[in-house]
C-alpha cells in the first residue's frame, strides 16, 4: 500500500458558517449523527490510511476529544448493556488506525496548512482531505483516487465540472485527456474569474500528492486573498512533475457553506437505514 498517510487541515476560521463556528471547529458540524471529519477519516481509512494527521489550530480541541478513547463513555454503555451504542463510540477510532495532531499557529491558508504537516509526511506520497467537502462515493472518493495513483504513481486531483459562475470559488485545472475520467494536468489556477478560467473543471477538496510539492509550497508567494495558497504550490509543481486531474465517481456536499450543508442532511438522512423512511414521511408531509 503506498498511501499511508492523510492530511486533514482543520485550522481554517470557518467564517462562512459563523456564528456556528464562533467557538466551534465547523469540522464537528453534525450532518445527520456523525461530524463532518468523521466522514472524512472514514473515507480516507477505507482507502486504507492508516495515520491521519490533522493541522489543527484554536478552538480544535473537540477534535482531538473526538479521536480520543472515552473511558467513561465505554464503562457506562458496557454496564449498562448498550452494545450497538458501544460499537459505535469504538469504531470512531479503530485500533490501527493512528491520529496525530500538529498545529498551524495562524492560518495563513491551505498550502501554509498542508506545509505544517511536513515533517510528518516525509518523503511519502499522501492524502489531503478537506472535510467540509462531503463526498458520497461507491467505493468512496479516495479509494477510487489511491486506485489511480496506483497505476500512474503521479499526483491526483479530484476534479468536477462547475457552473460557469461558480469558478471563483474553485481552483479550476486545464488539461489534455488521457480517458473518460483522468487529464493530464497542464494548468491550474485559484479562484479565476469565469472569463479567465481554463476550464469549468473545479478540484474538489481530495487530493493525493507527491512530497515534491513541499518544496514548491515553501518557495511560493503568497497568492489570491493574501494566503499561502495550495493551488499556486500544485501550479509550481506541474513545472517538475506530472499531475493528473481524475473526474470522481460520487457526489459532494460543500458543507463550509449553510446551503450545502442543509443538503448534505437532507441527502444522508433520507439514505439513512433507521431515520430515512421516517425523515421522507415528514418531507412529504410538509405543504410546501
Ligand atoms: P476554507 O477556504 O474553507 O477556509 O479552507 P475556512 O477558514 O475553513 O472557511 P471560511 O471560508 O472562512 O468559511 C479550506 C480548508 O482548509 C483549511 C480549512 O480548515 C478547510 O478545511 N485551512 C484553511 C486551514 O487548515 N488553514 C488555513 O490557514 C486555511
Given at each position: 500500500m503506498l498511501v499511508t498517510r492523510a492530511i486533514f487541515?482543520?485550522?481554517?476560521?470557518?467564517?462562512?458558517?459563523l456564528p456556528a463556528t464562533k467557538a466551534q471547529?465547523?469540522?464537528?458540524?453534525?450532518?445527520v449523527d456523525k461530524p463532518l471529519i468523521q466522514y472524512a477519516v472514514e473515507e480516507a481509512y477505507a482507502a486504507g490510511v492508516r495515520q491521519m494527521i490533522f493541522v489543527t489550530g484554536r478552538h480544535k480541541r473537540p477534535i482531538e476529544d473526538h479521536f480520543d478513547m472515552t473511558f467513561e463513555l465505554e464503562v457506562a454503555l458496557e454496564q449498562a448493556g448498550k452494545e450497538e451504542l458501544l460499537k459505535v463510540v469504538r469504531s470512531v477510532?479503530?485500533?490501527?488506525m493512528e491520529c496525530i495532531y500538529v498545529r498551524?499557529?495562524?492560518?495563513?491558508?491551505l498550502g501554509h496548512a498542508v506545509l505544517c504537516g511536513q515533517r510528518l509526511v516525509g518523503d511519502n506520497p499522501f492524502a489531503v482531505l478537506l472535510a467540509d467537502d462531503l463526498m458520497v462515493g461507491e467505493p468512496p472518493v479516495m479509494q477510487q483516487m489511491v486506485e489511480q495513483f496506483e497505476e500512474w504513481r503521479v499526483s491526483i486531483l479530484a476534479v468536477q465540472e462547475v457552473p460557469a459562475?461558480?469558478?471563483?470559488r474553485y481552483g479550476i485545472v486545464a488539461g489534455t485527456p488521457i480517458?473518460?475520467?483522468l487529464l493530464d494536468v497542464t494548468g491550474i489556477v485559484e479562484k479565476p474569474a469565469p472569463e479567465d478560467a481554463p476550464s469549468r473543471l473545479g478540484v474538489a477538496g481530495r487530493y493525493i500528492l507527491t512530497p515534491g510539492v513541499f518544496h514548491e509550497i515553501a518557495t511560493q508567494q503568497r497568492g489570491v486573498g493574501g494566503e499561502i495558497q495550495l493551488t499556486d504550490g500544485i501550479a509550481a509543481l506541474l513545472r517538475r512533475e506530472k499531475v493528473f486531474a481524475y473526474r470522481y465517481e460520487g457526489k459532494r456536499f460543500d458543507c463550509g457553506s449553510k446551503e450545502g450543508f442543509l443538503e448534505a442532511n437532507v441527502a444522508l438522512a433520507l439514505e439513512h437505514p433507521q431515520l430515512g423512511p421516517g425523515f421522507r414521511a415528514y418531507l412529504k408531509s410538509l405543504d410546501i
Open positions: 487541515p482543520v485550522a481554517g476560521l470557518g467564517t462562512r458558517f471547529p465547523k469540522e464537528m458540524l453534525p450532518v477510532k479503530p485500533d490501527d498551524q499557529a495562524q492560518a495563513l491558508g459562475e461558480q469558478t471563483r480517458n473518460e475520467r
